[in-house]
T-cell receptor, first 114, second 112 residues
């Protein structure tokens, strides 16, 4: 099973509403990152939160990290149609033979309806 | 948009053909990666490189091979394509291990 698992797998909301998605992981991490992928494109880095941080903001994005529960959440406030995309969490594990490879979760598909 | 490029963007080929997917970046990053993304969206690391002449296999076994002769170039080769190789292939690079990765637009490969 994968390191990062996301919930829900898909989310449909109206423009202006908030979107929340969660990521759970299994091992100790150095940091956790969130990426966005528009249909047919590569991933774009959104935000990185370190293991000693609990919350981070970037524009309309808010990320929380609870290392005791091994979970993170991404909140998109006041969503727009342009936020329609897939969102992935990625973890950089503490102990890896090759040193901190990122492991990606399965993603959450978000549809923002105008 | 990141300065990382992949060609071709789309490729349809017949079984048994040899193909090379190109990936180049102009950011001077030492670390480069190849991911395979299945229709269910999950990304699987298939190859990575931490510098010139350094290549390693990733978490998902792949019949493809890679080379890293120049810092900016990280091509992926399939000697004999099969329908099971049909997928989206994403190339990425980073300054440091475990930190922000920059992705190319991807190559969607279909093997008939």
């Amino acid at each position: 099973s994968q390191q990062g698992e996301e919930d829900p797998q898909a989310l449909s909301i109206q423009e202006g509403e908030n979107a929340t998605m969660n990521c759970s992981y299994k091992t100790s991490i150095n940091n956790l990152q969130w990426y966005r992928q528009n249909s047919g494109r590569g991933l774009v880095h959104l935000i990185l939160i370190r293991s000693n941080e609990r919350e981070k903001h970037s524009g309309r994005l808010r990320v929380t990290l609870d290392t005791s529960k091994k979970s993170s959440s991404l909140l998109i406030t006041a969503s727009r149609a342009a936020d329609t995309a897939s969102y992935f969490c990625a973890t950089a594990e503490v102990i890896k033979a090759a040193g901190n490879k990122l492991t990606f979760g399965g993603g959450t598909r978000v549809l923002v309806k105008p | 948009e990141a300065d990382i490029y992949q060609t071709p963007r789309y490729l349809v080929i017949g079984t048994g053909k040899k193909i090379t997917l190109e990936c180049s970046q102009t950011m001077g990053h030492d670390k480069m990666y190849w991911y395979q993304q299945d229709p269910g969206m999950e990304l699987h690391l298939i190859h990575y490189s931490y510098g010139v002449n350094s290549t390693e296999k990733g978490d998902l076994s792949s019949e493809s091979t890679v080379s890293r002769i120049r810092t900016e170039h990280f091509p992926l080769t399939l000697e004999s394509a099969r329908p099971s190789h049909t997928s989206q292939y994403l190339c990425a690079s980073s300054v440091n291990r475990g930190y922000e990765q920059y992705f190319g637009p991807g190559t969607r490969l279909t093997v008939t």
